[in-house]
Nanobody, 121 residues
């Protein structure tokens, strides 16, 4: 069974930086994508950034130029480097991934538990 464990959240002042990590454990044959979502109180969950199996990345317009998604394939870990943080970035950030768990096309899709990011003004 695959599990996703996030770390790196916390409290930071406006303009500060944080790096989130999401480590995938369990047997992974191939990764289709890994992504970061966030959900602020009273708001819908939104996609922050994705990284595909080929390493290509996309990010939301609201974070482009400030947030960078990257990965370490040897550790099955995805990172979200967040710079120039703003109070409106305050949210629970969750990791999401879809991976192949064998060479027969069996996939797993799931979520981490989430990590709180709070940006004070």
């Amino acid at each position: 069974q695959v599990q996703l464990v996030e770390s790196g959240g916390g409290l930071v002042q406006s303009g500060g930086s944080l790096r989130l990590s999401c480590a995938a454990s369990g047997y992974i044959f191939k990764t289709n994508f890994m992504a970061w979502f966030r959900q602020a109180p009273g708001k819908e969950r939104e996609l922050v950034a994705t990284i595909a199996g080929d390493g290509s990345t996309k990010s939301a317009d609201s974070v482009t130029g400030r947030f960078t998604i990257s990965r370490d394939t040897t550790k099955n870990t995805v990172y979200l480097q967040m710079n120039d943080l703003k109070p409106e970035d305050t949210a629970v950030y969750s990791c999401n991934a879809e991976v192949h768990i064998d060479d027969q096309g069996t996939t797993w899709h799931g979520w981490g538990q989430g990590t709180q990011v709070t940006v004070s003004s």
